[in-house]
């Protein structure tokens, strides 16, 4: 099964107020500063990051790590990142629609990345273990992924309730298919929380991981 919870028309919606959310802006900085100390990105490493969505991740990371190439299937969250992109001034960050599951490797880069990155999408993704498989395939040896999601939840952190989605993950089953996918040296850390008023009216605390690894 690699098929996508038929996300990019509802991101394609979502993209013009997606930044307006305060929640959101907070989690990728959190994100970001997480990434920044325990994965160790620098300026020679060529970079990726799937679901980029407006490039919250994206761009605070972008000054530390060198050209970097964001994914993503939503043309309209993309669209908000070009333009931020643009107005930056910012030379080492280049967009790709596509999905990673299904796009061909000759058209997202020449070399493969040292660094693959990725914010709140991986529970958006149907097939965890054929994303994990195509991660490892993509990455170059010795290269590292960071990758950051939801704690195993309620099931009631999304507050549309058609929308399919994983609810969370658990860390040691996650760990499990990485070391499947071919990865090593997995670790993780609690990257920071969220509070919020859930789909059953609660107010709840949610982790989010930040889950690194190595292909040796
Ligand atoms: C919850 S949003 C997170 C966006 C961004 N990382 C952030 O934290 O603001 C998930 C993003 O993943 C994208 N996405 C979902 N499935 C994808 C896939 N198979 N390949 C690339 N992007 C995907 C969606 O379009 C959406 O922009």
């Known amino acids: 099964m690699t098929t996508i919870w038929n996300s990019s028309h509802r991101f394609d919606r979502k993209a013009a107020e997606w930044d307006e959310n305060p929640r959101r802006t907070a989690l990728a900085e959190c994100v970001a500063k997480a990434i920044i100390e325990t994965a160790g990105p620098v300026a020679t490493m060529r970079a990726m990051e799937f679901g980029c969505g407006t490039g919250l991740l994206t761009l605070a990371l972008a000054p530390h790590l060198g050209r970097f190439t964001a994914i993503d299937t939503s043309e309209e969250m993309l669209g908000v990142l070009n333009k931020k992109i643009e107005t930056l001034g910012i030379r080492t960050v280049a967009t790709r629609c596509a999905d990673l599951?299904?796009?061909?490797?000759?058209?997202?880069?020449?070399?493969?990345?040292?660094?693959?990155?990725?914010?709140?999408?991986?529970?958006?993704?149907?097939?965890?273990?054929?994303?994990?498989?195509?991660?490892?395939?993509?990455?170059?040896?010795?290269?590292?992924?960071?990758?950051?999601?939801?704690?195993?939840?309620?099931?009631?952190?999304?507050?549309?309730?058609?929308?399919?989605?994983?609810?969370?993950?658990?860390?040691?089953?996650?760990?499990?298919?990485?070391?499947?996918?071919?990865?090593?040296?997995?670790?993780?850390?609690?990257?920071?929380?969220?509070?919020?008023t859930n789909r059953a009216g609660e107010v709840k605390t949610y982790p989010i991981f930040l889950a690194t690894a190595v292909k040796p």
């Open 101 to 196: 599951l299904q796009v061909e490797e000759r058209e997202l880069w020449t070399e493969k990345p040292d660094f693959i990155c990725s914010s709140m999408t991986l529970h958006h993704i149907a097939d965890t273990q054929a994303l994990l498989d195509r991660l490892n395939g993509l990455l170059r040896k010795g290269g590292t992924i960071a990758i950051a999601d939801l704690d195993l939840e309620d099931g009631f952190f999304h507050d549309d309730e058609t929308e399919e989605v994983h609810p969370g993950f658990e860390r040691s089953l996650l760990q499990a298919m990485l070391e499947k996918a071919g990865f090593d040296r997995v670790s993780f850390i609690t990257a920071c929380e969220i509070s919020k």
